[in-house]
């Protein structure tokens, strides 16, 4: 304990007291870390997508290891021991792969444990969505939409202990402590607390419609329709979470395009041809009867699986170019499963379209939605609102 006049310094290691916070927080680490070595699998994850949000999913983490001494039962002669014949540059040893010989044999070494965290969705979908954004986010002609927010701007004598503003409160007991005479030994009262208050702040979001449209004719399997789901599923999430007034139009179609609710765009059952122009044509409708390109952002989404009617492609790409026109950034994406060339008819006469706001890609696995839904809504560039 070192003294000085009015004041004291405590050379006591306090870190031990902490042990327990700090084992936790670095469990809690490991389980993140974990996490996101596997958002590919787990956004596309089926329990998740077929639940009503509320799934606790379990991610595989490693278990951690104290630091402690082992000996060696062989006794045998290794770094620390013998003459020293050791140089600089000599490998001393190899890793493998618990249990694991070389040449991918069996082998009779005892794996690592591996325990199950479980986390919800939300807290998985807080990793998804940290660095999403609607690309191209401009402020509008028409007034925009507000939300509540809080600031904290006032301090006061009376409030509850989580808003305490302990700069300010020992700013009081020193200057009380100070007029007492007794220096810098202050003693916190009940008159010197201060309380940080929040007033409601009124935040300005610019307007911004999404337009999720899927195809629902009968060449849509069964993958095709999960995949197109699973992107939907969390972009929908995504938005309702990060843009609380953004407006969600949900459109599907085989040959005829039609409005649905939320509810049947995500149950709704595959059959008939193919039109893909019928959607781009519905949109363009909705866009001109409710959302004037003026006053608000738009983002049109396609999902399918490319097996479109060869007449209609041609208008397809006129009907897309004239929604691209429209929009803050739009986007096609082609379920490919198990082809091999890159993408199907649709997806080639739509590469025509040359402007950055048009954004295609080609999903041929399920852990392909997550880099897809990091490039639809990549959000760099997205201005003000975000």
């Known amino acids: 304990m070192t003294r000085r006049p009015g004041l004291v310094v405590s050379r006591d290691d306090w870190s031990l007291h902490r042990k327990g916070y700090i084992d936790q927080e670095r469990?809690?680490?490991?389980?993140?870390?974990?996490?996101?070595?596997?958002?590919?699998?787990?956004?596309?994850?089926?329990?998740?997508?077929?639940?009503?949000?509320?799934?606790?999913?379990?991610?595989?983490?490693?278990?951690?290891?104290?630091?402690?001494?082992?000996?060696?039962?062989?006794?045998?002669?290794?770094?620390?021991?013998?003459?020293?014949?050791?140089?600089?540059?000599?490998?001393?040893?190899r890793v493998r792969g618990a249990g694991r010989t070389e040449g991918g044999r069996a082998g009779d070494e005892p794996g690592v444990d591996y325990y199950e965290a479980e986390v919800t969705v939300d807290q998985l979908a807080e990793l998804i969505f940290a660095d999403l954004g609607l690309p191209n986010l401009e402020r509008k002609t028409k007034p925009e939409l507000t939300q509540e927010g809080y600031e904290f701007r006032d301090v006061r004598r009376h409030g509850i202990m989580s808003n305490i503003d302990r700069r300010r409160t020992l700013r009081e007991a020193i200057k009380r402590a100070r007029l007492a005479g007794r220096g810098l030994r202050p003693v916190i009262a009940k008159e010197d607390l201060r309380f940080r208050t929040w007033e409601e702040e009124p935040r300005r979001e610019a307007n911004a419609v999404v337009m999720a449209m899927m195809d629902t004719s009968g060449s849509m399997g069964t993958f095709e329709k999960y995949v197109a789901r699973s992107f939907f599923f969390w972009m929908v999430r995504f938005l309702r979470t990060r843009y609380r007034h953004v407006r969600i139009v949900f459109l599907a179609h085989d040959t005829r395009a039609r409005e649905v609710t939320e509810e049947q765009f995500f149950t709704k059952g595959e059959s008939g041809g193919t039109r893909c122009s019928s959607v781009y044509e519905l949109a363009l409708?909705?866009?001109?009867?409710?959302?004037?390109?003026?006053?608000?952002?738009?983002?049109?989404?396609?999902?399918?699986?490319?097996?479109?009617?060869?007449?209609?492609?041609?208008?397809?790409?006129?009907?897309?170019?004239?929604?691209?026109?429209?929009?803050?950034?739009?986007?096609?994406?082609?379920?490919?499963?198990?082809?091999?060339?890159?993408?199907?008819?649709?997806?080639?006469?739509?590469?025509?379209i040359e402007d950055q706001r048009f954004i295609t890609a080609v999903v041929r696995d399920k852990r392909d939605v997550y880099p897809v839904l990091r490039r639809f809504f990549r959000g760099a560039g997205h201005g003000p609102g975000a």
């Open 27 to 93: 469990h809690r680490e490991k389980v993140l870390e974990a996490i996101r070595e596997n958002l590919a699998d787990l956004v596309a994850e089926e329990s998740i997508i077929m639940s009503d949000g509320d799934t606790v999913i379990k991610v595989p983490v490693r278990s951690l290891e104290e630091y402690r001494f082992r000996f060696d039962p062989g006794e045998a002669a290794h770094v620390g021991q013998g003459d020293g014949g050791s140089r600089v540059g000599d490998v001393l040893g």
């Open 285 to 352: 409708d909705i866009i001109g009867r409710r959302f004037a390109p003026s006053d608000y952002n738009l983002y049109p989404f396609h999902f399918s699986d490319g097996d479109n009617f060869p007449s209609d492609n041609q208008r397809s790409l006129e009907l897309m170019r004239q929604l691209v026109e429209a929009s803050a950034a739009a986007g096609y994406a082609e379920v490919a499963a198990g082809r091999r060339h890159d993408g199907g008819t649709l997806l080639s006469v739509l590469r025509q």
